[in-house]
């Protein structure tokens, strides 16, 4: 399969803001925020690197499985890592010989959330602390982990933290806000390092995902890269509106444009299992000629995580909430009327389009079918902008 560019930049491409972070002393507590795109996931890895190469124990711990299989491809595979949630129920099982508490199961999928007031009860009554293993924690999306979870880690003894986070990008219910961590870590607020500049999207990307900022000035939006010379190639983000019955026609628009540049990642990214399932199937099925031999379209969920080649072009279909902390060349936001807008606070909805398109380095592409209920919900917080945002017909 053809590559793409998918590695860690040396130290001789940091900017004096990365370097001032990983100048950072090697103990203590640290917290660093940015917008998307300002290299948080970048400056986490090369702290791990640090530590590594110094023979320091330390743990790089993930939201989800596919942010954890992109950093181990993006750092290597001598990174010690885990997802954050596996690892610390098992550590709980070490500690206290007991699952971790559960609450009631909520919604139709029966997920049980982590009983957290329990959890600290279960840690407050240990009489004889056991020895366990303590090493130097950094902790990639920090904001989507509970405020308890960091609360639990002080309690038992965990000192030295780098948290890399932002506010503005929390898509669970289950997530901290900045101060949530300042003050959980103890980190007094004018110690906490802000990254400003962004590396990751083209101008047109940046200025979409600027839209979707909710104004909330605990994370600042990242500064918006150089605005292109005049005739210098710039891809406008674009909303197409399609008849669901001609989704075969979107598919084969989708492998003609992975067959354009066959070393470019297209992230599909759908409001829900439904949509993701439907938009594989058809990519998959889809009968159509193309110049190449045709990409690869992988998908990813819970019950299904392959080897995930991120340095190499194709299809990747994935759930919106699986997003989080990936990179694409293209990312194409699925069905997105789909997605729920509450009229009275359409500030989640906006902080997950904020998400999902920052995704992207070059170009954003947004599909709405034609007549959906929840389309004029939607409508109300896209820009109207042609120029952020054009609109036509698929």
């Not at 954890?68 to 949630?85: F, I, P, V």
């Not at 992230?267 to 889809?286: E, F, I, Q």
């Not at 190499?312 to 997105?336: H, P, R, S, Y």
Request: charge should be negative; include cysteine.
């Amino acid at each position: 399969m053809p590559t793409r560019n998918f590695s860690l930049p040396g130290i001789q491409d940091l900017s004096k803001e990365q370097d001032a972070v990983l100048a950072l002393p090697r103990e203590g507590r640290h917290l660093i925020v940015g917008g998307p795109g300002t290299g948080k996931s970048v400056v986490a890895l090369l702290r791990a690197r640090q530590y590594h190469r110094n023979r320091v124990p330390h743990l790089f711990l993930v939201f989800n499985h596919i942010l954890h299989q992109a950093s181990r491809q993006l750092y290597g595979a001598e990174l010690h890592s885990e997802t954050w949630m596996s690892w610390f129920h098992r550590l709980f099982f070490e500690i206290t010989g007991e699952l971790v508490p559960k609450q009631a199961p909520e919604g139709a999928d029966g997920f049980e959330p982590t009983d957290w007031n329990g959890v600290e009860d279960a840690i407050d009554a240990i009489q004889d602390m056991p020895d366990f293993d303590q090493p130097f924690l950094v902790i990639d999306e920090g904001q989507d982990m509970p405020p308890q979870f960091y609360g639990c880690l002080v309690n038992l003894g965990f000192e030295n933290f780098f948290v890399v986070a932002d506010q503005n990008q929390q898509i669970k219910d289950e997530n901290s806000s900045r101060a949530d961590i300042a003050n959980a870590l103890d980190i007094d607020a004018d110690n906490v390092i802000e990254l400003t500049t962004n590396y990751r999207n083209a101008w047109p990307v940046a200025r979409l995902a600027r839209a979707f900022y909710t104004g909330d000035p605990a994370t600042p939006p990242p500064d918006l890269p150089a605005q292109p010379s005049s005739g210098a190639a710039a891809s406008t983000p674009k909303l197409y509106v399609y008849a669901e019955e001609h989704l075969e026609r979107i598919a084969a628009g989708l492998l003609r444009m992975a067959d354009r540049d066959p070393r470019h990642l297209i992230g599909v990214l759908a409001p829900s299992n439904a949509v993701r399932r439907r938009y594989h199937d058809a990519l998959r099925s889809v009968d159509i000629e193309l110049d190449n031999p045709r990409p690869s379209v992988e998908t990813h969920h819970g019950g299904h995580r392959p080897e995930l080649a991120f340095d190499e072009g194709g299809i990747l279909v994935i759930n919106a909430q699986a997003c989080k902390g990936l990179e694409f060349d293209t990312v194409v936001l699925a069905d997105i009327d789909e997605h729920y807008v509450r009229a009275s606070d359409p500030d989640p909805a906006k902080r997950l389009l904020y998400v999902m398109t920052a995704r992207a380095r070059d170009r954003v592409f947004l599909l709405m079918r034609r007549g959906a209920a929840r389309a004029r919900y939607l409508q109300a917080i896209l820009p109207t902008d042609p120029s952020v945002l054009a609109r036509g017909e698929a």
